[in-house]
T-cell receptor, first 107, second 114 residues
Framework: KNEVEQSPQNLTAQEGEFITINCSYS?????LHWLQQHPGGGIVSLFM???GKKKHGRLIATINIQEKHSSLHITASHPRDSAVYIC?????????FGKGTSLLVTP | EPEVTQTPSHQVTQMGQEVILRCVPI?????FYWYRQILGQKVEFLVS????????KSEIFDDQFSVERPDGSNFTLKIRSTKLEDSAMYFC????????????FGPGTRLTVT
């Protein structure tokens, strides 16, 4: 089974700060997903990566396949970015999830 | 924008009762999934479904669980005899194709078993 580890578990930042969340996994994958879960519980897909780097607005996701590691960066963080960010990997049909990083951005 | 919908948003049931959770995936998607998240824990895969059959299931998905696509739009998860430990948020997701494509999640159904 692919073990997915995220760090940090919890993160508090001030508005405007640059934020990095890390994800590592144990077995080779076909794709890695970054997801956002808000307090209401809904899950939104942010990125799906199989190599390199993707950018969407203030969010940037990178993946290093050789090192089995991915990072999610948030530039110019804002209180509305407060949520749980989840890394998930798939090597088949199933998604295997990390425990998530709880981010709080304060004004 | 197309979205995955789930009903009900919250279901309360007594232990031992059967429940059916319903999902309407995005219309041109071919792969369907159920996940669950026990309060305070990580999201866990239950089952994937393609071409009217289960393509993969986890250890959690035992004989108490079943899935069905009864018509061209709905995708259901049935729990035959609920247990207290089935209390969780259940998410349905769909994707155009397996693994290489993004999965789109529904808003979830919160199941409370009393």
């Amino acid at each position: 089974k692919n073990e997915v580890e995220q760090s940090p578990q919890n993160l508090t930042a001030q508005e405007g700060e640059f934020i990095t969340i890390n994800c590592s996994y144990s077995v080779g994958i076909s794709a890695l997903h970054w997801l956002q879960q808000h307090p209401g519980g809904g899950i939104v897909s942010l990125f799906m990566l199989s190599s390199g780097k993707k950018k969407h607005g203030r969010l940037i996701a990178t993946i290093n396949i050789q090192e089995k590691h991915s990072s999610l960066h948030i530039t110019a963080s804002h209180p509305r970015d407060s949520a749980v960010y989840i890394c998930a990997v798939n090597s088949g049909y199933a998604l295997n999830f990390g425990k998530g990083t709880s981010l709080l951005v304060t004004p | 924008e197309p979205e995955v919908t789930q009903t009900p948003s919250h279901q309360v049931t007594q232990m031992g009762q059967e429940v059916i959770l319903r999902c309407v995936p995005i219309s041109n998607h071919l792969y369907f999934y159920w996940y669950r998240q026990i309060l305070g824990q990580k999201v866990e895969f239950l089952v994937s479904f393609y071409n009217n059959e289960i393509s993969e299931k986890s250890e959690i998905f035992d004989d108490q669980f079943s899935v069905e696509r009864p018509d061209g739009s709905n995708f259901t998860l049935k729990i035959r005899s609920t247990k207290l430990e089935d209390s969780a948020m259940y998410f349905c997701a769909s994707s155009e194709a397996v693994s290489s494509y993004e999965q789109y999640f529904g808003p979830g159904t919160r199941l409370t078993v009393t």
